[in-house]
């Protein structure tokens, strides 16, 4: 598993955000002006899930969290 935190993907080029996540790519766009943050594409079994981190780090300990710096 793999949280990616939004605040990242605003922090890319454009707001655009690519990743591998088993063997596919990911891809996360987020439209700053409007503050959604869509998944473009996504790997077969993918989920997009808006939580608060700390329910879903209590609950998925094992979670990767991505970060690009």
């Known amino acids: 598993m793999r949280t990616i ?5 605003h922090r890319t080029p454009n707001g655009r955000l690519i990743d591998t996540l088993g063997g596919s790519q990911l891809i996360i766009e987020a439209e700053i002006d409007s503050g959604h943050t869509p998944v473009v ?3 077969d079994g993918a989920q997009t899930i808006h939580t608060f981190w700390y329910s879903w780090a209590a609950t998925h300990p094992e979670t990767e969290i991505y970060d690009t710096e």
């Open 5 to 9: 935190p939004i605040e990242v993907v």
């Open 41 to 43: 594409q996504a790997p």
